[in-house]
């Protein structure tokens, strides 16, 4: 059973701050992560992939990957108020369009 | 701009009432996904088509079933709903190249009485 794994939060940051979301994956063959926010009652919208090691940067996100402890991670620099949502982690089937496996999300709350 | 579409966007049934869901998009992608997700956890993959070829999960109860008549639009049937599949349901598109982005419509929020 594929799984991926999520601190539910709430997380708390105050504004301008950096968010740091963390998420581990048990599923050696997934090769491509995904990082969508969701906001409460609407549908995920894809932040970022990832799918080598290391850093990808885009904009005020960040995200990481490291195969070897298969964690993947979010930075958020200058946090706004605009980013409290739901963080969702997702990882794909090892190669194969079958669909992602996604983690139960991390709430994010950005204070003023 | 809507590149993926789902009606109704909220739908109300009655137990043991059949429903249909509806997924249309116009990004020509092959392959759609139906995802459900109930409050607070994870999407969860019922099936998908790769074009008209059907993919079940295992674990999808056979109450749901899902038509594809064409590359763009995609149907979700439940045949008697339940109280729990109370839930909101996702309708995705995406690519067979890799990786194996998805992007996902507004969804419909089921409600059964």
């Known amino acids: 059973q594929k799984e991926v794994e999520q601190n539910s939060g709430p997380l708390s940051v105050p504004e301008g701050a950096i968010a740091s979301l963390n998420c581990t994956y048990s599923?050696?063959?997934?090769?491509?992560f995904f990082w969508y926010r969701q906001y409460s009652g609407k549908s995920p919208e894809l932040i970022m992939f990832?799918?080598?090691?290391g850093d990808k940067e885009d904009g005020r996100f960040t995200a990481q990957l490291n195969k070897a402890s298969q964690y993947v991670s979010l930075l958020i620099r200058d946090s706004q108020p605009s980013d409290s949502a739901t963080y969702l982690c997702?990882?794909?089937?090892?190669?194969?369009?079958?669909?992602?496996?996604f983690g139960k999300g991390t709430h994010l709350i950005i204070q003023p | 701009d809507a590149m993926v579409i789902q009606n109704p966007r909220y739908q109300v049934t009655q137990f043991g009432k059949p429903v249909t869901l509806s997924c249309s998009q116009t990004?020509?992608?092959?392959?759609m996904y139906w995802y459900q997700q109930k409050s607070s956890q994870a999407p969860k993959l019922l099936f998908h088509?790769?074009?008209?070829?059907?993919?079940n999960e295992a674990d999808t109860p056979d109450n749901f079933q899902s038509r594809r008549p064409n590359t763009s639009f995609c149907f979700l049937d439940i045949r008697s709903p339940g109280l729990g599949d109370a839930a909101m349901y996702l309708c995705?598109?995406?690519?067979?190249?890799?990786?194996?982005?998805?992007?996902f419509g507004p969804g419909t929020r089921l409600t059964v009485l």
């Open positions: 997702a990882s794909d089937s090892g190669g194969g369009a079958d669909g992602l496996t």
């Open positions: 599923d050696r063959g997934s090769q491509s």
């Open positions: 990832i799918y080598s090691n």
């Open positions: 990004l020509n992608h092959n392959v």
């Open positions: 088509y790769y074009d008209k070829d059907f993919n």
């Open positions: 995705a598109t995406g690519r067979t190249s890799w990786p194996d982005t998805q992007y």
